[in-house]
């Protein structure tokens, strides 16, 4: 069953779209299970269903090069400054052994033709930067590690 979530009028709904049995379709609406029939207008529409797409190709640079998604160091008290969404590297304002404060903007992400500024979760030191200048990064990527 294909599950869907809506609001309408401030209110929220789970719809779940069971099997089609003809005309009639079985739906569960917020746990209550209805049974919809076809109007008269819409069975005379042709219904055609895909094939199933092929899996996308792993994601590039303009360069042609893979996205970089290192993983983070390991480390007792440190934490992972993480890419908020997918884009690229644009300019970093810390270096390694620079201190931070928890709020501070670490780099600009170009993200859709948008700057965006990436702020550190934590206050602490620059151990590492695991990404640079110019790298595409993949949402939740590790870009620095705060000790």
């Known amino acids: 069953m294909k599950e869907y979530k809506y609001k309408i009028n401030g209110m929220k709904f ?22 919809v029939e076809l109007d008269e ?8 269903v895909a094939a199933p797409k092929k899996a996308a190709a792993a994601p590039r640079t303009e360069t042609g090069e893979k996205v970089v998604a290192k ?13 908020p969404l997918p ?8 270096n390694v052994g620079d201190t931070v404060a928890a709020g501070d903007t670490v780099c600009v992400l170009e993200a859709m033709k948008m700057e ?14 695991l990404v ?16």
């Not at 569960?28 to 049974?35: A, C, D, F, L, M």
């Not at 993983?71 to 890419?83: D, E």
């Open 87 to 94: 884009g690229t590297i644009l300019s970093f304002s810390v």
């Open 132 to 147: 640079g200048v110019g790298d595409s990064v993949l949402e939740g990527t590790d870009l620095m590690i705060i000790e």
């Open 14 to 35: 789970t719809v779940g779209v069971g099997d089609v049995e003809g005309d009639t379709i079985k739906v569960v609406v917020n746990g209550t299970p209805y049974k």
């Open 41 to 48: 207008s819409q069975k005379a529409k042709k219904v055609t």
């Open 71 to 83: 993983p983070a160091a390991a480390g007792g008290a440190s934490a992972a400054v993480k890419s």
């Open 116 to 129: 965006n500024d990436v702020h550190t979760n934590k206050g602490g030191t620059v151990k590492q930067i």
